[in-house]
């Protein structure tokens, strides 16, 4: 059942070289042995991207690559934090005073988010206190969702030490707003396939409420994962909360137009849904109510009959505050185009016709042109990188994660998987010293992988 508590396993470290090491790693720099190990994975979002926070279902799957935290509750209510990786530095906090600076989105707020997150859940005022190392895999800022894994490996420890128990469905939700935190204004698609996923399958994920829903991939191709290299914090910059905006002001644009309670619409899936039509009578809609050029502040006021101040202080998120245009036409036309592409993909997957790869490909094709003209989340590696895997042999490639950087994913015939590997290595990684450098963790074929989970030694 998708809807318990994540799983604790027994394992014997003597089998878990990684476990192993952690823990000599632990007890050299804290003196004494981790009581437990908690893991949760990142993420690959095969297709619905940016659509989550717009109230649309996504269809990711969770990889191999995760984040592992060594634990052992300690007596006083102090949180020592240290990570395997040198460039990481270590941090300490007291346990009940936890503050999350917004302005520095470094490594060790992620993990504090997690904390704090389930620390207000439970209205814990004298929480345990604790040793962590923390070991990552997920490359940082790739679009591989290694910060969401962080909250929500931090949000399992906090829980575990404390003695308490909570669905993995709450735990997907309390992390999902934990994490705004720091600042970002994300949907939920993360935290959800980072305790929902299971071993070889991808999943449907719905909001409001919160479900699952296995999605068998076609068993002739791979998946396919390529780091452009470019990274991208999306905490770090106004890109990705300048999205969000846009889609909640064309929300408020198109219910207004409609004669809808447009102050009390925040998503673009709440038009949908009280229009009662389809996503394809959605996109005639935005047709028939936006232009295409950006919209000024002051035409958005006009539009909703609002001053200037109330559109700062009561729509606009903090650091979209000093915007001055917004497009609204490109942004709906994604999100609700993107939407039933998700919903295309996997009545595919279910249905499985003979030429399930070619149609699943063209889609992804599709979500990348999309994401690149309409939301403008790519960039000219990630570019470069989808036309280089579609070249060799991908009948499907886009970007994959915020954009602007980071990670594309590309469906691959199985038997041309060798040589599409090698000719992707050969055009983009070896053309390039700085990529050269970081080849080794950027290109790797993955399967769907299982959810977060906490490790007992046997």
């Known amino acids: 059942m998708a809807s318990d508590a994540p799983a604790t396993l027994p394992v014997q470290l003597a089998e878990q070289p990684r476990l192993l090491k952690l823990k000599k ?21 095969l297709i619905g991207e940016h659509i989550d926070y717009c109230g649309y279902a996504v269809l990711p799957m969770a990889i191999e690559q995760d984040i592992l935290i060594a634990v052992e509750p300690v007596k006083t209510q102090v949180v020592q934090l240290a990570n395997t990786n040198p460039l990481y530095l270590d941090f300490s906090t007291g346990v009940n005073n936890i503050h999350v600076n917004k302005t520095k989105p470094v490594w060790h707020n992620y993990f504090l988010c997690g904390l704090k997150g389930v620390q207000e859940h439970f209205g814990l005022n004298s929480s345990t206190g604790m040793n962590c190392l923390l070991d990552g895999t997920i490359p940082p800022s790739s679009g591989l969702s290694s910060s969401s894994a962080l909250v929500c490996c931090a949000g399992l420890v906090m829980l575990t030490a404390n003695g308490k128990t909570l669905s ?18 994300g949907g939920g698609m993360d935290q959800s396939i980072s305790f929902l996923a299971e071993e070889g399958t991808a999943k449907l994920i719905e909001f409001s409420p919160l479900r699952a829903t296995d999605v068998r991939l076609p068993s002739g191709a791979a998946f396919v994962i390529a780091n452009s290299c470019v990274e991208m914090n999306k905490a770090a910059t106004s890109h990705f909360n300048i999205r969000v905006m846009e889609c909640r002001l064309a929300t408020k644009l198109l219910s207004k137009s409609k004669g809808l309670e447009w102050e009390k619409m925040l998503k673009l899936q709440d038009v949908q849904a009280k229009l009662g039509v389809s996503l394809k009578e959605m996109l005639t809609i935005v047709e028939e109510v936006f232009h295409p050029e950006p919209y000024s502040v002051e035409e958005i006021c006009t539009c909703l009959g609002i001053s200037l101040e109330e559109l700062r202080t009561q729509i606009l998120s903090q650091n979209t505050q000093d915007v001055t245009t917004f497009k609204l036409y490109q942004r709906a036309k994604h999100v609700y185009s993107e939407a039933a592409r998700v919903l295309e993909f996997k009545t595919i997957c279910s249905e499985a016709p003979a030429s399930a790869i070619q149609l699943l490909g063209e889609l992804m094709n599709q979500s990348h042109t999309s994401c690149r003209d309409m939301y403008e989340c790519s960039c000219p590696e990630l570019d470069q990188l989808v036309d280089i895997c579609l070249q060799f042999g991908a009948i499907g490639s886009r970007l994959t994660g915020a954009g602007w950087g980071g990670c594309t994913v590309s ?12 000719n992707v290595k050969e055009a983009y990684y070896k053309s390039n010293d ?9 290109l790797f074929a993955t399967k769907p992988g299982g959810g977060a989970l906490v490790f007992l030694e046997a």
């Not at 469906?411 to 090698?422: A, G, N």
Request: overall charge positive; some cysteine.
């Open 25 to 45: 790693m632990f007890i050299s720099k804290f003196g004494s042995a981790p009581k437990f190990y908690a893991r949760a994975p990142g993420r690959v979002n």
């Open 434 to 442: 700085q990529r050269l450098a970081l080849e080794k963790n950027s």
């Open 168 to 185: 993995k469905v709450e735990l997907a939700e309390i992390c999902t707003k934990s994490e705004r935190y720091i600042g970002t204004e």
């Open 411 to 422: 469906m691959v015939p199985s038997d041309k998987l060798s040589t599409f590997l090698t």
